[in-house]
């Protein structure tokens, strides 16, 4: 029981991490995104020099992309995860997914038995014609 309850309290620290992951790289991305509008804007003269501004946004915005990458990566990292914690343990689905397929080769199995007794049967009565056909013949 103890046991039980421990599983549990882990799988639900895993899936609260993984949320927090999800709003964490959200966030980031939506951060960055707007960052890099906010760096394109054209600004009014200031002190530093045109150039000096266009190097300096641009690498903030290519800092700000990579971020983006980094959050995208890591969203794709997670769904990943999600779908290993989901394979591993979802076991009712699994085993329902079991239950299922078995019913259904057993209702094949049914149905082949079915058909191979028939044919034994027609095999059977064919064979009995034969074998009179031929144990009355003259050429034996």
């Known amino acids: ?32 995104f707007t960052e890099i509008l906010k760096a394109a804007k054209v600004e009014e003269q200031n002190q530093v020099s045109t150039l000096t501004q266009s190097e300096q946004a641009h690498y903030e915005m290519y800092v700000r992309a990579a971020n983006i990458v980094r959050a995208g990566e890591s969203l794709m990292k997670l769904v990943s995860d999600l779908k290993t914690f989901l394979i591993l343990n979802d076991f009712p689905s699994v085993n329902e997914g079991i239950n299922q397929r078995t019913q259904q080769l057993k209702a094949i199995q049914g149905e082949c038995d079915t058909k191979l007794l028939a044919l034994r049967d027609d095999m059977a009565a064919d064979l009995y014609e034969i074998e009179e056909e031929y144990y009355s013949s003259r050429h034996k």
């Not at 599983?7 to 895993?14: F, R, V």
């Open 1 to 32: 029981m103890a046991q039980q309850r421990s599983i549990t309290q882990s799988k639900e620290s895993l899936l609260k991490s993984y949320n927090k992951r999800l709003k964490d790289d959200v966030k980031s991305i939506l951060d960055n």
